[in-house]
């Protein structure tokens, strides 16, 4: 049976971000940088998580014996009609790295599923990986 | 599924500490970065009518995408003469040249280069899309990146156009159809 979409008034209203290239907090400072402080309080940024993750040799996530670059990343949460603004400001902004958002981000259910979280990151942490954890344990065989 | 280009001025082998260009071009969603090894810039401003065409020509001989550095109005107009180049707006455009570069087929660019130089860059570029968006020219937004820390996603480039007042659909198609105007660029 086919599941009818929500309407665009009902979807959640706001939006993930996964900001390959920065920290949280360059991305609040790139905003209120570029856009001033009220625009960057108007987008309701939210830092969701942070860390460092290996940066894809060739397009590729790096095999054990490969030497992987580090880089930082963020998952930033948004108010949904605003995330160009954060987007614009990423651009505009100069930072001493690449930074881009990868184009499949919007949910965290589209970061966990569609695989892009795990080629940028690497590693699906066990926190996001809750679905995937649930579904393992109704297994019997498996315990 | 869109193909998003973008055009970088800079050495491919700049980006070899990234993984080399294609790589970085796939990690961010690009299906091709024009570089120096297509483009050819062409600074407009030092140059006379006649010395343009002769740069345009050799460039054009070469195998490469001319790129004229319009920093100033009368640059502008000399550069909307040639057919199938790309010129950068460093300048406010006019309608003469708004008319005559959609005559001839001229691809306007604006760059993120230009918008960070200064802040009333951002104006211009806003009043520019304005004349380009009325007298219905297609035109395209790049990074214009220098150095490799300047690259950027498409979708961001797609933002900054929606910050200068075009609505999303129109912005992404800045980023990627509009460069069917210079044939050879998308696949």
Known sequence: ?143 | MRAFVDLALLDPEALSDLGGLEPVAKLMGFSRILTLSDVQPIDGKALSAQALSTEVHRAKSAGKIPLVLATTAESLKHAARFRGILVELRTRADMQFATIARDRGVLPVITLEFLRAHPKNIATAAQNVVLLHCARIPFVLSTGARAPTDLRGPWEIAAVGRALGLPLPLALSAVSTNWSVLQGVLP
């Open chain 1, 1 to 143: 049976m086919r599941i009818k979409p929500l309407p665009p008034t009902l979807r959640e209203k706001r939006r993930y971000l996964l900001v390959v290239g920065t920290d949280c907090r360059g991305v609040v400072r790139a905003v209120q940088s570029v856009f001033g402080k009220f625009y960057s309080g108007l987008a309701h940024i939210y830092c969701v998580e942070s860390g460092l993750a290996d940066l894809p040799v060739g397009g590729d996530i790096p095999s054990d014996g490969e030497q992987a670059k580090q880089i930082k990343y963020c998952i930033v949460r948004v108010r949904r009609d605003l995330d160009w603004l954060v987007r614009a400001a990423l651009a505009l902004y100069e930072f001493p790295v690449p930074v881009f958002v990868p184009a499949e981000s919007g949910t965290l259910r589209a970061l966990r599923e569609k695989g892009v979280y795990s080629l940028i990151v690497g590693k699906v942490p066990q926190r996001l990986n809750k679905g995937t954890s649930n579904q393992k344990s109704k297994n019997p065989t498996e315990g």
